[in-house]
């Protein structure tokens, strides 16, 4: 009687874990696609940055030209 009591309380708490190694597996996932979104927003403000940069450095060069 106690037998059948016993394991199907084993079964119940090795459920939760289960549960709880799932959640902590979507978890760790949801974190790498927020980790690789901000690596590619990092990338792609770098690149407007520098377009920008040039941008600047021509103007720069066209008023110098302009002044002479």
Do not use: N, S
């Amino acid at each position: 009687m106690t037998r059948p009591l016993i394991l199907a309380l084993m079964t119940v708490l090795a459920g939760c874990g289960v549960e709880t190694a799932g959640t902590a597996a979507v978890a760790a996932k949801a974190g790498q696609e927020e980790i690789r979104q901000g690596q590619q927003l990092q990338q792609d403000l770098g690149i407007k940055l520098d377009a920008a940069a040039r941008l600047e450095q021509q103007r720069l060069d066209e008023a110098a030209k302009a002044q002479q």
